[in-house]
């Protein structure tokens, strides 16, 4: 082997000059000393072959972080999926009732106060009845839209089950949640929501409970549910407080 072909092939150089086995073997084939050695072509080879394991490798590398940073895209979607409601975007009752232990927590630990808004759509059976489940469907998407849009930003609503909505409201007493539920109802009554072309009207029935001191979850809830069936009963299209 000349000496000439041994200095192009101890010339080669790539990225991975600087890993310590490279940096080693390239002064080996540059050194004058083993110009002419039978052995240093297959040093070169051997070198060359490395060389090729590091892209390889690299190239594995590049593939499993674009796989794992896509594998945790998936996971986070995947989450934020089982804390969603699929047809109206709201929190579903799984991320409410998290938020809710939230607001136990605050409750417990700094005396805060914060009240509950069941809403429940009135004579929504008879939508799905008379218009089809898909006309419900749109209803449904209409007045999620209006109550989330008519309350603050930190004030939460949850599809909390078939046409019932939850709506927390942190640091709320009594008075400031009337108001709420009051301001709802308005936005709903007026809300006009079309399908193929014909308009139909939609109120809801709500009843307010406001968690007090050592009071648990469960009873809070259970207060607006309570006070959302008077509503019912008392007419529709009302408010039902039960202190």
Same mark, same amino acid.
């Given at each position: 082997m000349s000496s &000439?072909?041994?200095g192009s092939r101890s010339k080669m150089s790539s990225k991975f000059d600087d890993d310590p086995v490279v940096r080693w073997a390239n002064s080996i084939a540059a050194d004058p000393t083993y110009q002419g050695e039978a052995c240093?072509?297959?040093?070169?080879?051997?070198?060359?072959?490395?060389?090729?394991l590091l892209r390889r490798f690299a190239r594995v590398t590049r593939i499993s972080d674009s796989y794992q940073h896509s594998l945790k895209e998936l996971n986070e979607?995947?989450? &934020?999926?089982?804390?969603?409601?699929? #047809?109206? $975007? #709201?929190?579903?009752?799984?991320?409410?009732?998290d938020e #809710?232990?939230?607001?136990i927590g605050r409750a417990e630990r700094y005396g805060e106060e914060f009240a509950l808004i069941l809403a429940d759509i009135d004579d929504f059976k008879r939508v799905n009845d008379t218009? $089809?489940?898909?006309?419900?469907?749109?209803?449904?998407?209409?007045?999620?839209?209006?109550?989330?849009?008519?309350?603050?930003? &930190?004030?939460?609503?949850?599809?909390?089950? $078939?046409?019932?909505?939850l709506i927390c409201l942190p640091h709320t007493e009594l008075n400031g949640a009337?108001?709420?539920?009051?301001? #709802?109802?308005?936005?709903?009554?007026?809300?006009?929501?079309?399908?193929?072309?014909?308009?139909?009207?939609?109120t809801i029935s709500a009843g307010i409970a406001v968690h007090h001191g050592s009071e648990s979850l469960d009873?809070?809830?259970?207060k607006a549910d309570n006070g959302m069936f008077e509503a019912k009963h008392q007419g529709k299209n009302r408010v039902y407080v039960l202190e």
């Open positions: &000439e072909k041994s240093l072509e297959h040093f070169v080879q051997l070198r060359d072959q490395y060389v090729a979607s995947l989450a &934020e999926a089982a804390r969603q409601d699929h #047809l109206t $975007g #709201l929190p579903n009752r799984r991320a409410m009732l #809710l232990a939230d607001q218009r $089809g489940h898909e006309a419900g469907d749109h209803v449904l998407v209409s007045v999620a839209h209006t109550l989330e849009s008519s309350i603050r930003g &930190e004030d939460i609503c949850a599809r909390w089950g $078939g046409e019932e909505f009337q108001a709420v539920a009051d301001k #709802l109802l308005e936005a709903v009554a007026k809300l006009k929501t079309f399908y193929e072309e014909r308009q139909i009207s939609t009873a809070t809830i259970a």
